[in-house]
């Protein structure tokens, strides 16, 4: 800015107020510019400030836009989710009443069955009892007759020697004379042999008719069983009626019925745990043969039938067969109850006590074992173990492979309680049968070879036959025995096992159910836990 000369510049101002005025009007200048200056950059600054705001009004704008458009999609979403909700729980709901009507009339449906069935149940049962208490009376008066026959034969007998001897005596000195006895090689002596050697084509599979075995002759031998075990009804029957004419014959029955069937219940697992229980029943069953009881046929409980020689009696103590038949049903029970909720634990303890008491020559009959009294519970509760099968969803079916009743012609037990069963008698005949008597000197009552015949049974049963029934006793009769199988059978009884674990359950009828598929895991858990690769 320029500076104006001073007003007082003349010839008569002094020089120094000339410079003075000049001087003011350099700060007064300086000062205006400073104060322009710092107006202008406050102008400025308050623009920017100015721009500032309105970008943050702006940014808050487009925040709080942009959240009340979430906001009012998640209102939306929950709305839609509630609907959502709402519409699933109707239709539930309607299902529900749907399904509720359909068990409702399937309910009345099974009643209105069940009590045809039964009123043909009873029909048919009275039926039985009628022919039954029918034969059990032929079968006791022949009995007798045999009895009484034999008896006079005896005494025939013995007066024709007696004659004989006393023409003889004065010819020479009568000597009785006895079989020399056994000597101890001849008794003791083992024969050392492979264990068991089962015909192998009984399980390959695509096996020709040939080598399966004949159905017919299966039913045959299963009906047979199911003789004995009527035959064991029978004899109930008939101790009943006897134990009514002796006061002491019903008491020693009652007594040793439940010293056995609780000496059954105690049977658990564990080494010398079964040592009492053993010895309670032993002392029981041995005590029989020393009590009076009248004498009863007892070839009928023996399969095959023995030759008889002509003159033998084919009687023995009928206290001794009917607690040898309570024996029998309460091992059963036991399987039953015990095995089939812990079959790899409790099927083996029972299965030995059960193989050893019929193992014991003190209870054969003339050299044969009754342990056919035993396994006709099993043909009349687990038909499946000797080849039968049948339609799982028809009556007639569920009855030919084991299904039972709930209580007298009631309707048939749940799903679950015929697992359970099927479960315990699979393993207790596993149980049963898979024993070693190599160091024994008993002889087997019920080999190895049962339990092949057996699992070859099921594993050959046709693929349009296969059920839920059979995959459970096949589990049941190899878990927690494969080890015994091997041992006894070897590399085929690997391949048996291949075959019934992985083969059989490729063509179950659809698919199959909770069996079918615990047996088809069986494989995995073989390999993971027993070692055991098929």
Not at 73 to 84: H, M, P
Not at 138 to 154: L, M, S, T
Request: glycine letters at 6%; a positive charge.
């Amino acid at each position: 800015m320029a500076i104006t000369s001073s007003p007082w510049r003349s010839a008569q101002d002094s020089p120094s107020r000339q410079l003075l005025w000049e001087l003011s009007q350099i700060s007064i200048a300086s000062n205006r510019n400073f104060h322009a200056r710092l107006d202008r950059e406050n102008q400025e600054r308050e623009l920017v400030h100015r721009k500032a705001l309105a970008a943050a009004a702006a940014e808050h704008d487009r925040v709080r836009e942009s959240a009340e458009l979430a906001c009012k999609e998640l209102q939306l979403q929950v709305e839609n989710e509630r609907r959502r909700r709402e519409e699933e729980q109707r239709r539930q709901l309607e299902l529900r009443k749907q399904e509720q009507v359909e068990r409702e009339l399937e309910a009345k449906k099974r009643r209105e069955e069940d009590l045809a069935r039964t009123a043909e149940l009873e029909a048919r049962k009275a039926e039985a009892e009628r022919k039954a208490e029918a034969e059990a009376t032929a079968r006791a008066k022949k009995a007798e007759q045999d009895q009484k026959a034999a008896e006079e034969a005896r005494i025939q007998k013995e007066k024709r020697n007696a004659e004989i001897q006393r023409r003889n005596a004065s010819l020479q000195s009568a000597k009785p004379i006895s079989p020399s006895p056994p000597t101890a090689s001849s008794t003791n002596s083992a024969i050392t042999k492979p264990l068991v050697q089962p015909p192998a084509p009984s399980v390959v599979a695509n096996a020709t008719p040939a080598q399966l075995p004949n159905a017919s002759e299966l039913v045959t031998e299963h009906e047979l069983y199911i003789g004995i075990h009527r035959e064991c009804k029978a004899l109930r029957t008939f101790m009943a009626k006897e134990a009514k004419k002796s006061s002491e014959l019903k008491t020693a029955m009652g007594d040793m019925r439940r010293e056995i069937r609780k000496s059954c219940g105690q049977l658990r697992a564990g080494k010398n745990a079964n040592k009492l229980p053993l010895a309670n029943i032993l002392k029981t069953l041995k005590q029989a043969l020393s009590i009076p009881s009248p004498l009863y046929p007892v070839a009928r409980f023996i399969y095959p039938q023995p030759d008889m020689p002509a003159g033998t009696s084919d009687t023995g103590s009928s206290l001794l067969l009917y607690l040898l038949n309570i024996f029998s049903k309460a091992i059963v029970a036991q399987l039953v109850s015990e095995a089939g909720i812990e079959p790899t634990q409790k099927a083996d303890p029972i299965g030995t006590i059960a193989s050893h008491i019929f193992a014991l020559e003190t209870f054969h009959w003339q050299g044969h074992s009754l342990i056919n009294i035993l396994i006709a519970k099993f043909h009349a509760a687990c038909p499946v173990l000797f080849g039968i099968y049948g339609p799982e969803n028809t009556i007639a079916g569920k009855e030919r492979l084991g299904w039972t009743h709930e209580g007298k012609g009631g309707p048939f037990i749940g799903l679950q309680a015929h697992q359970q069963r099927m479960t315990g008698l699979g393993a207790g005949f596993a149980g049963i049968s898979l024993r070693n008597y190599e160091k024994s000197s008993h002889e087997n009552p019920f080999p190895a070879i049962k339990y092949w015949t057996a699992l070859s049974n099921m594993v050959n049963v046709p693929a349009s036959q296969k059920t839920d029934t059979h995959a459970m006793v096949m589990k049941a009769m190899i878990e927690g025995f494969e080890d015994r199988v091997l041992l006894f059978f070897g590399d085929v009884g690997r391949l048996a096992l291949r075959m019934a674990v992985k083969e059989w359950v490729k063509d179950v009828p659809g698919g199959g159910g909770v069996g079918t598929k615990a047996l088809a895991l069986l494989a995995d858990v073989m390999r993971r836990e027993r070692k055991i690769a098929l």
